[in-house]
């Protein structure tokens, strides 16, 4: 199973100290930044790409 931490508005990743012991992992991965408009739709098209390739459906 993938884990794709995406940023939503003006989010940051948290620190790992901030986290519960079994989510720290995630501070250290790089995020996908979803903005508001007028980058909304640019920033889920480059999340979009950089997903498909690794999404197997069944």
Do not use: C, W
């Amino acid at each position: 199973m993938a884990v794709i931490p995406v940023l939503v508005g003006r989010a940051v990743m948290p620190a790992a100290h901030a986290l519960p012991p079994s989510l720290q992992k995630l501070a250290y991965l790089n995020a996908a930044q979803v903005r508001p408009d007028p980058d909304f739709t640019d920033d889920l098209q480059e999340l979009m790409n950089g997903t498909d390739p690794h999404i197997h459906l069944s």
